[in-house]
């Protein structure tokens, strides 16, 4: 386990579909973070978990956005009736209980047609 | 709302030269100044922090120049190398919630 996984890398979908991604921390890290990030921009925090409990959602966190993390281990994103403005890539980030040491994956692409 | 402001937007350096990007944060509490460093298809990378009791920090060719009353700090890369050539964030850290990134200054080294 020598880093953050994420799953697909590039998913291509039609307006209206439901997407899910999903993230494998690195294993020992309590803390997992989703962040979204568009061209040119740094990336946006949207949700992280401490364990299984999510503990903080910004506010770019639509109704049509959901995250989970059974288990305290891997954690999906799930984005209902996807909208073009959903396009970007879609990071997810693992750090131990306290750090500032996020730990990246190499994102999930998502482009909305 | 932004918390963090970073300059410049992009920033072209010759070889060797000297390489300063800067940030400016608001009035908040945070643990941490991290930067990060990103390449294209990759995700961030943590490149070097400081804590706000510190005026500088130096890792190899990278500082950081720290300033608290100014709110503001900065990243140094000396004797700038193609290799460098990157997306930089700078970044806030606060132990009780998350990170916070700038929106980024892309980095050309010419060789």
């Given amino acids: 386990d020598t880093g953050v996984s994420q799953d697909p890398r590039h998913k291509i979908t039609k307006r209206g579909q439901n997407v899910t991604f999903r993230c494998d921390p690195i294993s020992e890290h309590n803390r997992l973070y989703w962040y979204r990030q568009t061209l040119g921009q740094g990336p946006e925090f949207l949700t992280y978990f401490q364990n299984e409990a999510q503990l903080e959602k910004s506010r770019l966190l639509s109704d049509r956005f959901s995250a989970e993390r059974p288990k305290g281990s891997f954690s999906t994103l799930e984005i209902q009736r996807t909208e073009q403005g959903d396009s970007a890539m879609y990071l997810c980030a693992s750090s131990p209980r306290v750090g500032y040491g996020y730990t990246f994956g190499s994102g999930t692409r998502l482009t909305v047609v | 709302q932004q918390q ?8 072209i350096v010759q070889k060797g030269g000297i390489s300063i990007i800067n940030c400016a944060y608001e009035n908040t509490a945070f643990d941490y100044f991290p930067w990060y460093q990103q390449f294209p298809g990759k995700g961030p990378a943590l490149l070097i922090a400081i804590r706000p009791d510190v005026s500088e920090k130096k890792e190899g060719r990278f500082t950081i120049s720290f300033n608290k009353s100014a709110k503001q700090f900065s ?37």
């Fill in chain 2, 4 to 11: 963090v402001k970073q300059s410049p937007q992009s920033l």
């Fill in chain 2, 75 to 111: 990243l140094h890369i000396m004797d700038s190398q193609p290799g460098d050539s990157a997306t930089y964030f700078c970044a806030l850290y606060s132990s009780a919630s998350k990170i916070i990134f700038g929106s980024g200054t892309r980095l050309s080294i010419r060789p």
